[in-house]
């Protein structure tokens, strides 16, 4: 049965190398059931009911990406707009959690919108490579802030902004061990690297009073507090429309960049380079979204640790059932998750920005019209303490260097249509 509904002849593989892939991808992913929580938390949220959400969102997403796409790829909570949605959309700009969340599920109804009307193609090409990258580098940066800050490594100052916090303290050492420990567990190809150095990092915390131990195996938490507790209504300000959007951009363009990454070197693009059922697999995305939001976590996204999974074989949609499956049997790991402190998850934060920062490899440094608006766009994000900010510069920049250079011709309408809404919004905001 396995055989003929994945297809697993076909595409050269079989069950075994297909568990293996999903294990492995798992393994690799594995850090968000500890983030993504503890994130959301700082928000108010009630931090058992977000790790069953993540959970969920990330079953319910992963397998529709591998019973209908068929694709080896895994979903869940992303890490960047995680942090927006409790950085900038609740502690700075001051909007409840609920609302957040109402802001996610409309931004997920767009997404499935645009994916059954076959229009994204029009959409994710229209907005110009640079842009892209500058996007990925800077929530990177955006994440690294974050770390620097949770870590107790950079701390606020009256005069400089940010200066360096209390280097005596046991918290800093311990995350920039882990980040560390990550990356030479990286580099060693070792499968669950960060998950591995969120848990020796914490381990070590608990001799110091750094963290309690609070078991291992229990029932998972109860998922009332945050489930069905969005507020849609409140979403449809004028104020809010930005935040939907750079819910719905950054979410668009990660999945679609992630999706075509995974299945590029996994040898699964067609003769064009293009992804066959593509409108399936953003589908899966978008829907994973709404019900994300549905169960109380942010934005769900397609993980780029999918190709951990392909680089052992994985082809197929089965290595995204046995995904599925680890993170269904992950719920009853909460408690595991419940000790796991700041300052552990500090350096896995490090190292994800570190990763998302190589975007800046790929930029044309050799056209200040392309590079210049990156930059602004990527280091408006950590200093603004907002995505949606840095996105705006970047546009903005992007647009006005080109026109003053006499290259209109290289701009799309859609992104001087974005630029414009863009400069009225910091205008009148």
């Known amino acids: ?58 079953i319910v997403g992963t397998l529709i990406m591998g019973l209908y796409a068929n694709y ?42 645009l ?7 029009y959409v994710i090409n229209s907005v110009p490579g640079t842009l892209k990258l500058a996007i990925s580098a800077g929530i990177g940066l955006f994440l690294g802030v974050i770390a620097l800050q949770n870590a107790g490594i950079v701390v606020g100052h009256p005069t400089t902004l940010v200066t360096l916090g209390d280097m005596r303290r046991p918290e800093p050492a311990l995350a920039l061990l882990g980040f560390a420990l990550i990356a030479a567990l990286v580099r060693r190809k070792v499968p669950g690297a960060v998950i591995i150095g969120i848990l020796v990092v914490t381990a ?21 507090p945050t489930f069905l507790a969005l507020d849609v209504g409140a979403t449809f300000e004028i104020g809010f429309v930005t935040v939907i959007f750079t819910f719905f951009f950054v979410d668009l363009f990660d999945t679609a960049g992630t999706l075509i990454g995974v299945a590029h070197r996994a040898g699964l693009l067609d ?18 979204t709404v019900v994300g939001s549905v169960l109380g976590t942010s934005t769900v996204t397609s993980y780029i640790e999918s190709a951990a999974g392909t680089n052992v074989g994985g082809r197929t949609g089965l290595t995204a059932v046995v995904v599925a499956a680890l993170f269904g049997l992950a719920l ?29 490899a790929e ?56 630029s414009l809404l863009f400069a009225l919004k910091f205008a009148i905001s």
Not at 335 to 355: K, N
Not at 391 to 406: D, R, V
């Open 332 to 360: 009853f790991f909460a408690p595991l998750a419940a000790m796991i402190p700041a300052y552990a998850t500090a350096g896995a934060l490090l190292f994800v920005a570190a990763l998302m920062a190589r975007g800046f």
């Open 271 to 288: 003769r064009e380079g293009n992804l066959p059922r593509l409108s399936r697999a953003l589908l899966a995305d978008s829907s994973a």
């Open 204 to 224: 070590l915390g608990l001799p110091l009073g750094l963290a309690s131990f609070q078991g291992v195996v229990a029932p998972p938490p109860d998922p009332r």
């Open 1 to 58: 049965m396995l055989q003929r509904y994945f297809k697993l002849a076909e595409h050269g593989t079989d069950v075994r190398t297909e568990l293996l892939a999903g294990i492995t991808t798992f393994l690799t992913m594995a850090y968000i059931l500890f983030v993504n929580p503890a994130i959301l938390a700082e928000t108010g949220m009630d931090q058992g009911a977000v790790f069953v959400a993540t959970c969920g969102a990330a």
């Open 115 to 121: 994916s059954l009307l076959r229009v994204r193609q």
């Open 72 to 113: 080896p790829i895994a979903l869940a909570p992303g890490m960047g707009l995680n942090a927006y949605f409790a950085y900038t959309v609740v502690l700075t700009l001051g909007y409840r959690w609920q609302v957040a969340l109402g802001a996610v599920f409309v931004s997920g109804v767009l997404f499935i919108l």
């Open 363 to 418: 930029i044309d440094w050799e056209d200040v019209t392309e590079y210049g608006p990156a930059v602004i766009a990527a280091i408006a994000m950590p200093l603004t303490f907002s995505i949606a900010t840095g996105i705006g510069f970047g546009f903005i920049a992007y647009t006005a260097s080109k026109l003053l250079s006499g290259r209109l011709r290289e701009i799309s309408p859609a992104v001087v249509v974005i």
